[in-house]
């Protein structure tokens, strides 16, 4: 494997931290997801959101609420999509579950990093850049540095950007980043990395289960390889063309 030098050598794992939650309350999307499947009550109204009525009772409408809600509240300010996401809470009344164990405290960071898997920064709070000022985006940016290197004795060398999409980052932020002294900053931009990729815009795949699964149900090496590897974009590329 060839790092971004092109040096042979093994990539480590990097887990990415948003500071501010360490050891704390979840982000947004995990308790709007709490708030779905552990729901007392079906009926929601998302009105005020222009997404209508929702009976979670029947699937269809809750694949439409994954689908539609995320998308929507990520236009907002981080007080007015926190604010949402009481609403729904508040509407859906979700059985109560400790959140204990639920995200990683600084212990369990410190530990990763023992054992190889480096820490990187994620911003504080969580926050789409591209929706907030330069003096906060530095602020976070800069924050979640810190507090890394203050946990773990060692300033993180990776950076990734919150939601990750084109549109959830700018220039700003990429200087902010290159300025601060990361080596890599990764988006959520699918794709393949080839030499004299931009270190601060690094593309990556979404990696789960289902999206390597054969038609045989089994996980399969050979598409994972294939589509990681670009081959597979290769192909649709010529078959376009």
């Known amino acids: 494997m060839l790092d971004l030098q092109g040096r ?122 591209s929706r907030v000022d330069a003096r906060t985006a530095r602020a976070e940016i800069l924050g979640s540095q810190a507090d890394i290197a203050e946990a773990i004795d060692l300033p993180p060398a990776h950076f990734a950007y919150p939601n990750g999409g084109a549109a959830d980052f700018s220039e700003r932020d990429v200087r902010i980043v290159r300025e601060a002294g990361f080596a890599t900053a990764v988006t959520s931009i699918e794709g393949t990395n080839r030499r004299g990729v931009d270190p601060y815009r690094i593309l990556r795949h979404n990696v789960h289960e289902e999206r390597y699964r054969a038609p045989s149900g089994r996980l399969s090496r050979a598409l994972f390889f294939s589509e990681t590897s670009g081959l597979l974009g290769w192909l649709r590329m010529r078959r376009a063309a």
């Not at 704390?24 to 007392?40: D, F, G, K, M, N």
């Not at 907002?76 to 949402?84: D, M, S, T, V």
Request: aromatic share 6%.
């Open 8 to 129: 042979r050598g093994a990539v480590p794992a990097i887990v990415y931290v948003a500071t501010s939650h360490v050891g704390s309350e979840p982000i947004w999307a995990y308790r709007l997801q709490h708030a779905v499947e552990a729901r007392t009550r079906d009926r929601l109204d998302l009105g005020t959101l222009g997404l209508g009525h929702f009976d979670l009772s029947e699937a269809m409408d809750r694949e439409r609420l994954y689908a539609a809600v995320p998308s929507r509240l990520k236009q907002f300010e981080p007080r007015e999509l926190e604010a949402c996401v009481d609403d729904i809470v508040e509407q859906t009344r979700p059985q109560p579950t400790s959140a204990a164990g639920e995200m990683l405290d600084w212990p369990d960071i410190r530990t990763l990093e023992a054992n190889g898997v480096r820490i990187g920064a994620h911003t504080r709070h969580h926050v789409l850049l």
